[in-house]
């Protein structure tokens, strides 16, 4: 019988996930399908309910339900219950299971352009305090990144993932001028927040100015494709990275929990790039 996927979230009508899984299934040659479900904020209970009741096999989910769906679900895995927030949903056999695959999605993407052992001894700075950031901060200390600072206009935000971090992590909230002025030191900076995404295209998180030469900086931003804090990264030497990345990764981890097959990242990328109306090559 052909398993059933899907996404639930509000809105849902832009979400490429149903292509990109679509896509996936077709590629394998696996008897599945993948649809975009729209659940309001107050259906998230009974959308679950409904998973059960007809054997959907697995469930992405987002916004405004990665919160609300946990105390429903059957069992959360250490780092997803952490960082309080799940996107990835697993029926195995009755029994609901959630992950959360953005951090490590996150992870898997830079990747690209650090190891993971350079990555454990380096020294990050994360932009912002929202989700974005919770479960990238998370995955990172969980994954044995030992410093991580946040920068972040409301400090209690900052200091409120901090301190929630169960791993261990040397870690401290910034304000913008100090963080700018010791940009030096870091060898890898990420923007979570939405500053620079269409139509502020003009903007930019922090300045560059004290940037080193090679760090990687990295923006979850996709739309545009190249963010103006990424144009800048590029023009003093950094090396970019955009967050078609993040979003490909986030959904092959998920493929792989429902399949077992890690999935071809290149292909959902080219595809990913398609959809949004860029350049493949
Ligand atoms: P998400 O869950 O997608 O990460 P969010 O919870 O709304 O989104 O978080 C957005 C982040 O972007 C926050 O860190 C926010 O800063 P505050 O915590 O101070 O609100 C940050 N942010 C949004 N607009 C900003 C701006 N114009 N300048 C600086 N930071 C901004």
Known sequence: MEK?????GSPIS???SPMMHNDLFEHYKLKARYHAFHVPQEGVNAAI????ALGIAGINVTIPHKIDVIEYLDEVEEVAANIGAVNTIVNENGKLIGYNTDGNGFIRSLNQVISNEELCSAKVLIIGAGGAARGIFISLAAMGVKNIDIVN???ERAHSII???KFPVDSHGLGFAEAEADLGKYQVIVNT????????VD???LSLENIT?????SDIIYNPFETKLLQEATRRGAITQNGIGMFVYQGALAFEKWTGIFPDTDRMERLVTRLLGGKTC
Do not use: L
């Not at 927040?193 to 502020?200: E, I, L, W």
């Not at 030469?213 to 900086?217: A, N, Q, Y």
């Open 49 to 52: 309910e409904g998973i059960k």
């Open 193 to 200: 927040t939405s500053v620079g995404m269409h139509p502020n």
């Open 14 to 16: 832009h979400s490429m």
């Open 153 to 155: 206009r409301t400090m």
């Open 213 to 217: 030469p090679k760090t990687i900086v």
């Open 203 to 205: 903007e930019m998180p």
């Open 163 to 165: 301190d929630d971090c």
């Open 4 to 8: 059933v996927y899907g996404v639930i």
